[in-house]
């Protein structure tokens, strides 16, 4: 059987990783600042994580939704305490986009609405309204189309307003840092007003946080640089260090029904001993305050360089934008210099999005490659 061909694939073939390397079937080590797209946030193979998953599987890998499972109480209890949002309630399921379909269904379910506003550039996954959510006409299929969403340019309060008084939106969905899209945030005050046009409107806010999430820009939840309360916050890629796990956040508001929601994977116990590690790691070894020296570090290495239109984002979830496509300079940073950066649909922007425990001297290694890949790279 063939696979179905739908990655336009590097030719690279990793077989081991440990912390922030990655090496491949011919020996090369790699320095990985994409994790896997956002997924590895504690780093590959650290020792806490292999210790729990295996001893948890020793035990007991997944039984169903339909028996007691207390490592989900552990996990909503650590993560409450971690994030701060103890009094929201979880939802456990197992990616981005199941998170947020589950989300935008909660909203309709809540509201007994059918219509979302998303924003122009976003990414929110694959699947049914998620995708229709994500602005980004090529991966929408006829069968999705029957979804109702509006998009808005980011920072739109007039148009905001317009849509909302129709009273028929069930949710507002926003990356407070879009990361596909290129690293656009918008302001304070717009992610302030839509949250009050929201609560006067009855519409629930949805935060995407399945990227910039657990620990990411250096606080828990990119949100929370704006003092805001989301309805709904969606999480998955660095919750499990690259375990398969996404869930929501729900506001104690929100009312819970017996089948409302649910999995037959979503929040096993695999999945649970993943999430808990990566929360253990991030706390004991204080991952948020170090992606934000890092964070500084990053930007002043990156002022000195030629070239530079712009950096953009927070904490480790971070951008270059040049005034040339970066496309053939990722290229040579992989082949030439063995170090994996990220893309995005700004074709300008060069992302790094590297395991949360990243040190000076892989931002070092980063910075003296990079000035090497670009001479004569900027066509
Ligand atoms: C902000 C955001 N939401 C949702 C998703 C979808 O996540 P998944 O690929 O796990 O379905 C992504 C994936 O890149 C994302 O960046």
């Given at each position: 059987m063939?696979?179905?061909?739908?990655?336009?694939?590097?030719?690279v073939t990793?077989i081991?990783?440990?912390?922030?390397?990655?090496?491949?079937?011919?020996?090369?080590?790699?320095?990985?600042l994409?994790?896997?797209?956002?997924v590895?946030s504690?780093?590959h193979a650290?020792p806490?994580?292999?210790?729990?998953i295996?001893v948890q599987?020793?035990?007991?890998g997944?039984?169903?939704?339909?028996?007691?499972?207390p490592?989900?109480?552990?996990?909503?209890?650590k993560?409450g305490?971690?994030?701060?949002?103890?009094?929201?309630?979880?939802?456990?399921?197992?990616?981005?986009a199941?998170?947020?379909?589950?989300?935008l269904?909660?909203?309709?379910?809540a509201?007994g609405?059918?219509?979302v506003?998303?924003?122009?550039?976003?990414?929110?996954?694959?699947?049914?309204?998620?995708v229709?959510?994500?602005?980004?006409?090529?991966?929408?299929?006829?069968?999705?189309?029957?979804?109702?969403?509006?998009f808005?340019?980011?920072?739109?309060?007039?148009?905001?307003?317009?849509?909302?008084?129709?009273?028929?939106?069930?949710a507002?969905?926003?990356e407070s840092?879009?990361?596909v899209?290129?690293?656009d945030?918008?302001?304070?005050?717009?992610?302030q007003?839509?949250?009050s046009?929201?609560?006067?409107h009855?519409?629930k806010?949805?935060a995407?946080?399945?990227?910039?999430?657990?620990?990411?820009?250096?606080?828990f939840?990119?949100?929370?640089?704006?003092?805001i309360?989301?309805?709904?916050i969606?999480?998955?890629k660095?919750?499990?260090?690259?375990?398969?796990?996404?869930?929501?956040?729900?506001?104690?508001?929100?009312?819970?029904?017996?089948?409302?929601?649910?999995t037959?994977f979503?929040?096993?116990h695999?999945a649970?001993?993943?999430?808990?590690?990566v929360?253990?790691?991030?706390e004991n070894?204080?991952?948020?305050?170090h992606?934000?020296r890092?964070?500084?570090?990053?930007?002043?290495?990156?002022?000195?360089?030629?070239?530079?239109?712009?950096?953009?984002g927070?904490?480790l979830?971070?951008?270059?934008?040049?005034?040339?496509?970066?496309?053939?300079?990722?290229?040579k940073?992989?082949y030439?210099?063995?170090i994996?950066?990220?893309?995005?649909?700004?074709?300008?922007?060069l992302?790094i999005?590297p395991?949360?425990?990243?040190?000076?001297?892989?931002?070092?290694?980063?910075?003296?490659?990079?000035?090497l890949?670009?001479?004569?790279?900027?066509v």
């Amino acid at each position: 059987m063939q696979l179905f061909d739908v990655y336009p694939l590097y030719d690279v073939t990793p077989i081991k990783a440990k912390g922030v390397y990655v090496w491949d079937k011919n020996g090369t080590k790699y320095l990985d600042l994409y994790g896997g797209h956002a997924v590895i946030s504690i780093g590959h193979a650290h020792p806490a994580y292999l210790k729990r998953i295996s001893v948890q599987l020793n035990n007991i890998g997944f039984y169903s939704n339909a028996i007691q499972n207390p490592l989900q109480k552990e996990v909503a209890e650590k993560l409450g305490a971690i994030s701060g949002c103890d009094d929201y309630q979880l939802f456990l399921c197992n990616s981005g986009a199941e998170a947020n379909e589950n989300a935008l269904k909660l909203a309709s379910f809540a509201t007994g609405r059918p219509r979302v506003i998303a924003f122009k550039n976003a990414f929110h996954g694959r699947t049914s309204a998620a995708v229709v959510a994500t602005d980004n006409q090529n991966i929408v299929a006829p069968i999705n189309a029957q979804q109702q969403v509006t998009f808005l340019e980011f920072g739109d309060i007039e148009g905001l307003k317009v849509e909302l008084q129709k009273e028929d939106v069930c949710a507002v969905i926003f990356e407070s840092i879009q990361g596909v899209g290129g690293l656009d945030e918008p302001s304070t005050t717009f992610i302030q007003t839509t949250a009050s046009l929201c609560k006067s409107h009855g519409t629930k806010l949805i935060a995407d946080e399945v990227q910039s999430g657990f620990g990411r820009t250096g606080d828990f939840f990119a949100f929370q640089k704006h003092g805001i309360v989301p309805d709904i916050i969606s999480i998955a890629k660095g919750m499990g260090n690259g375990f398969p796990v996404g869930g929501i956040l729900i506001h104690p508001s929100i009312e819970a029904k017996y089948g409302m929601l649910g999995t037959t994977f979503g929040g096993n116990h695999l999945a649970c001993a993943a999430t808990l590690a990566v929360l253990e790691v991030i706390e004991n070894e204080s991952l948020m305050p170090h992606a934000k020296r890092m964070e500084s570090y990053f930007i002043k290495k990156a002022k000195q360089l030629p070239q530079l239109k712009k950096i953009k984002g927070r904490g480790l979830m971070l951008g270059l934008e040049f005034d040339f496509e970066v496309g053939k300079l990722r290229k040579k940073l992989i082949y030439e210099h063995h170090i994996f950066t990220g893309g995005s649909s700004n074709k300008k922007l060069l992302r790094i999005l590297p395991p949360l425990s990243i040190q000076n001297k892989h931002i070092d290694q980063f910075f003296d490659a990079l000035e090497l890949a670009m001479v004569n790279t900027a066509v």
